[in-house]
T-cell receptor, first 109, second 113 residues
Framework: DAKTTQPNSMESNEEEPVHLPCNHS???????IHWYRQLPSQGPEYVIH???SNVNNRMASLAIAEDRKSSTLILHRATLRDAAVYYC??????????FGPGTRLSVLP | DTGVSQDPRHKITKRGQNVTFRCDPI?????LYWYRQTLGQGPEFLTY????????KSRLLSDRFSAERPKGSFSTLEIQRTEQGDSAMYLC???????????FGPGTRLTVL
């Protein structure tokens, strides 16, 4: 399974943008980059995913480096409800998700 | 819109007892996954079903663990002769046909005393 590396924890101030990095230097050409997050006492929830191009949805943006060896999840304006563990996962067709320990994001009021 | 539901939400049992958890996926989702999550770690894959067929099992799934999805709808995960090391959150997720996005339930927290 392709692996990802994320910082253990990050802090952000409320209403400021947050950039959560993910390194995946061994990514293959057909690996999709998925982001999930897990709020306290809940199961993970889907945030966004992409292959090569940057992606935007109502929750976040995903910026993918040109060489695809890294990506960044962007929360444009953090709120207290965004405090969660964020997981960056590589997945190829037919493979299962392999979750690492993720990045614990704290949002300060 | 009803999401994935799991029952019970919490279970406390004594070592050596059997426990069974239930997962109800989102209607018409054909794939169903079970994960285990311990404190500070991400979820670990246990097994998954496509309709009623169990297609893959992790080596984490010892012979004390069994999962079923008899009619391709709800699923059960049974742990026999529980051990303290089985204490964890057990998560269920489902996926609609043709998609990769997994929708997770709230989990069942198991504590083995």
């Amino acid at each position: 399974d392709a692996k990802t590396t994320q910082p253990n924890s990050m802090e952000s101030n409320e209403e400021e943008p947050v950039h959560l990095p993910c390194n995946h230097s061994t990514i293959s050409g057909t690996d999709y980059i998925h982001w999930y997050r897990q709020l306290p006492s809940q199961g993970p929830e889907y945030v966004i995913h992409g292959l090569t191009s940057n992606v935007n949805n109502r929750m976040a943006s995903l910026a993918i480096a040109e060489d695809r060896k890294s990506s960044t999840l962007i929360l444009h304006r953090a709120t207290l409800r965004d405090a969660a563990v964020y997981y960056c996962i590589l997945r190829n067709y037919g493979q299962n998700f392999v979750f690492g320990p993720g990045t614990r994001l704290s949002v300060l009021p | 819109d009803t999401g994935v539901s799991q029952d019970p939400r919490h279970k406390i049992t004594k070592r050596g007892q059997n426990v069974t958890f239930r997962c109800d996926p989102i209607s018409e989702h054909n794939r169903l996954y079970w994960y285990r999550q311990t404190l500070g770690q991400g979820p670990e894959f246990l097994t998954y079903f496509q309709n009623e067929a169990q297609l893959e099992k992790s080596r984490l799934l010892s012979d004390r663990f069994s999962a079923e999805r008899p009619k391709g709808s709800f699923s059960t995960l049974e742990i026999q002769r529980t051990e303290q090391g089985d204490s964890a959150m057990y998560l269920c997720a489902s996926t609609p046909r043709g998609q990769a996005t997994q929708f997770f339930g709230p989990g069942t927290r198991l504590t083995v005393l």
